[in-house]
């Protein structure tokens, strides 16, 4: 069976698990912790994508990231793969650190939010790794030290979250702790992390109701809400896609973008695909970049392909024209004829 597409939007909340290759470590010692920390940080910080919790295992890693100005797959991809090249030449090593395909759940913000960081920043103490809640408080490398200002990670985005238990750091962090140690009996919660339906309806209890009550709702295995929120993210990713099709129907292809974008910026066709770092061409590509991901669904392997450019230099250029086309009010299309 073929895999679902990933579902994202500006502002989405996802909950990310990467494990490594057959369960095999992706972190040997702290070295290579702090090596990932400073690349996840480094792209938060260059995306623009805040991050609420997060978890380093041996052999896995937790993430709840909100989409910023950058597609998660993009965020994802930059992180796994710079770490997996620095973790094989650093430990001698060749072939797959993660599995296939990392897991994305996007999820309802105001049901779950809280009960992701708690669950997320339970980890390192459901693992052993921690023995105790003063032991987890001080934890370097879980996203709960810095949420009890233990330790410092500036990408960490800690007010957001803090605000909900109190409007005084020393108030809002007791009542985070008291709700972090209620959670301490709940063991591994599999609605969270898994389970289609089951995920989707809030656990087995839900489902059950929904059977005895004759209930219909609607699941789907990369997202956690109630039925209405699947519902409507189901909707929004449908239209996206359907839109994306239209224009590739419509024969918006990659040579139509360019004379678009050069008749956006009244230049040759010719000046959009120029190499070099003059303004004009920096603004060109960037808006190609932005309009070609964004807006035709093609990937950033491609357009890298196409100009002849590195992939991390894509991301940046669609980060860019995103706010070049904001800033000057551009569109790639104002109507799609039905």
Known sequence: MPRKARIDAPGALHHIIARGIEKRKIFFDNAD??????????????????????????????????????PIATVMRRLLTGYAVTFN???RRHGQLFQNRYK??????DLYLLELVRYIHLNPLRAGI????????????????????????EWQDVDYILKFYGSKYLTARRRYREYVKKGFADGRRPELVGGGLVRSAGGWSAVKAMRWGFERMKGDERILGEGDFVETVLRAARENLERKSQLEAAGYSFDWLVGRVARQLEIEPKD???????AQSVVARSLLC?????????TTVDLARRLNLAQPTISQAVMRGQKIAEDRGLCLIEKIDQ
């Open 33 to 70: 912790r702090d090596n990932f920390l400073e690349r996840l940080g480094t792209i938060l910080t260059e995306t623009r994508t805040p991050c609420f919790a997060w978890t380093l295992i041996p052999n896995h890693l937790h993430l709840l990231l909100r989409t910023g100005s950058t």
């Open 89 to 91: 030449r650093r430990h």
């Open 104 to 109: 994305s759940i996007l999820c309802q913000e």
């Open 130 to 153: 921690v023995k105790e809640a003063k032991e987890l408080d001080k934890y370097p490398f879980c996203g709960h030290s810095v949420l009890m200002g233990k330790n410092k990670r």
């Open 272 to 278: 959009v695909l120029a190499p070099g770092k003059y």
């Open 290 to 298: 932005y309009w070609g991901a964004r807006e035709l669904g093609m």
